[in-house]
């Protein structure tokens, strides 16, 4: 069964630490892993997409990591801000006939604490 | 402003009255997407289109209808709705539907009574 599950469910930092949220899938076969951020209330952004030949992405003080080999990513939030306070979704494609399939993860809730 | 816009944003209806909920984005993208968002669930899809009159049910379709008559706009149709589609409901779009990043509209609270 295709899966995406996050940890932990919630977290909370003070201002300007580091975090890492982590992702296990077992989406096959596999296409690419998304990281989203949503603040509450609103749709989700992009923060990286990765393929299955890459293993870093960076974006600003985000950056995400894939093991394509264990089926796990993680999204690291360097000097953390009271802005990152937000839901991290990810999100693995898997192809299959005629197109791909999107499974979306519950989501990491992120709390940043002055 | 290259985005995705909903109508309306909340919504509190009752049983059985049939309502639709408006998508439009202004990116000429050919994929777009429905998604409805509960407690404690990730993202699910309930329709998608690949393209206009292209549409494909998602994971979750029961109890909704979508049309694809123009590129950019992708309503959602709930016939009769009831209570179990109070949701949260997201419309998105993208260039193409692989390695794409889709974009998300605002969202739309429906409550349905």
């Known amino acids: 069964k295709n899966q995406v599950e996050q940890s932990p469910q919630s977290l909370i930092i003070l201002e300007g630490k580091n975090c890492t949220l982590q992702c296990n899938y077992t989406v096959s076969p596999f296409s690419n892993l998304r990281w989203y951020k949503q603040d509450t209330g609103r749709g989700p952004v992009s923060l990286t997409i990765?393929?299955?030949?890459?293993n870093t992405k960076s974006n600003g003080r985000y950056t995400a990591t894939l093991d394509a080999d264990t089926k796990q990513s993680s999204l690291h939030i360097t000097a953390s801000q009271l802005s990152d306070s937000a839901s991290y979704i990810c999100v693995v494609s898997a192809k299959r006939t005629g197109g791909f399939k999107t499974i979306f993860g519950a989501g990491t809730r992120l709390f940043v604490k002055a | 402003e290259a985005q995705v816009t909903q109508n309306p944003r909340y919504l509190i209806t009752v049983t059985g009255k049939k309502l639709t909920v408006t998508c439009s984005q202004n990116m000429n993208h050919e994929y777009m997407s429905w998604y409805r968002q509960d407690p404690g669930l990730g993202l699910r899809q309930i329709y998608y289109?690949?393209?206009?009159?292209?549409?494909d049910k998602g994971d979750v379709p029961e109890g909704y209808k979508v049309s694809r008559k123009e590129k950019r706009n992708f309503p959602l149709i709930l016939e009769s709705p009831s209570p179990n589609q109070t949701s949260l409901y997201f419309c998105?779009?993208?260039?193409?539907?692989?390695?794409?990043?889709?974009?998300f509209g605002p969202g739309t609270r429906l409550t349905v009574l």
């Open positions: 998105a779009s993208s260039p193409g539907q692989y390695e794409d990043t889709q974009y």
């Open positions: 990765m393929t299955f030949s890459e």
């Open positions: 289109s690949m393209n206009v009159e292209v549409t």
